[in-house]
T-cell receptor, first 114, second 114 residues
């Protein structure tokens, strides 16, 4: 079965420290991977995606993600966290099952403490 | 460009009623998808439409239906509402239906069923 796992419900980090939000996937064929962020009472905002090419993908707001095919992972990273980064983060994979759909991970809540 | 818009933003209904939610995609986008977000189940795929055709449907009962119009605007309908239908309903649009397309989300419609 095709799936996305975010093993941490919550990540806590101090402002100014690097942050990592983990994501692993299981899909058949080439993975098309996405990260989204959701602030309270808002929709999802696109951060970045991996389609092909360089394993290090740079996105919005200073975020980046590293695609690792052998470990089937797509971890989200930021060198220096901000309090305003506190939000709910979703990893997702786009799959074709008769038609197209996006499978989301359960989400990881990031708390950045001042 | 204006983003994805969803109306209404908030809705309160009672069990047994029906509801229609509307989504206007980003100008030029022809693919619209719908998702249900709940604390317990997370983000779950409902439908995807492209050029007025439903291309994929998630694992939801027949009470959930949708359609897309020639201007790419989409509606979803839930009939015979149940308490468990209380959720945030998110609409997303993309330029086309390909796997590598980025989906852009609207702010959602929060439905409360009493």
């Amino acid at each position: 079965a095709q799936s996305v796992a975010q093993p941490e419900d919550q990540v806590n980090v101090a402002e100014g420290n690097p942050l990592t939000v983990k994501c692993t996937y299981s899909v058949s064929g080439n993975p098309y991977l996405f990260w989204y962020v959701q602030y309270p009472n808002r929709g999802l905002q696109f951060l970045l995606k991996y389609i092909t090419g360089d394993n290090l993908v740079k996105g919005s707001y200073g975020f980046e993600a590293e695609f690792n095919k052998s470990q089937t992972s797509f971890h989200l990273k930021k060198p220096s966290a901000l309090v305003s980064d506190s939000a709910l983060y979703f990893c997702a994979v786009r799959v074709h099952t008769g038609g197209f759909k996006t499978i989301f991970g359960a989400g990881t809540r990031l708390f950045v403490k001042a | 460009k204006a983003g994805v818009t969803q109306t209404p933003r908030y809705l309160i209904k009672t069990r047994g009623q029906q509801v229609t939610l509307s989504c206007s995609p980003i100008s030029g986008h022809r693919s619209v998808s719908w998702y249900q977000q709940t604390p317990g189940q997370g983000l779950q795929f409902l439908f995807e439409y492209f050029s007025e055709t439903q291309r994929n449907k998630g694992n939801f009962p027949g009470r959930f239906s949708g359609r897309q119009f020639s201007n790419s605007r989409s509606e979803m309908n839930v009939s015979t509402l149940e308490l468990g239908d209380s959720a945030l309903y998110l609409c997303a649009s993309s330029h086309g239906p390909l796997e590598k397309e980025t989906q852009y989300f609207g702010p959602g419609t929060r439905l409360l069923v009493l």
